[in-house]
């Protein structure tokens, strides 16, 4: 999503934000969203949210 998509949500969702606060947020959002494209980083946060592609690691802990 691009920085203007992160714009419009933001301003739907908090419409008592400057635009200034506005386009603030929505650039660190598309910065990071841009870094989360690496493998590395995206199994990383799968792993904070509690989700496992294998399900024999939730089997060997229980």
């Known amino acids: ?14 419409p008592h934000l400057s635009r200034g606060q506005v386009k603030k947020i929505a650039r660190k959002l598309a910065h990071r969203a841009e870094r989360m494209q690496t493998v590395e980083e995206f199994e990383h946060a ?14 060997a802990i229980s």
């Open 1 to 14: 999503m691009s920085t203007h998509g992160f714009e419009r949500r933001i301003a739907d969702a908090a």
């Open 46 to 59: 799968l792993k904070i949210l509690g989700v496992y592609p294998d399900p024999t690691a939730r089997d």
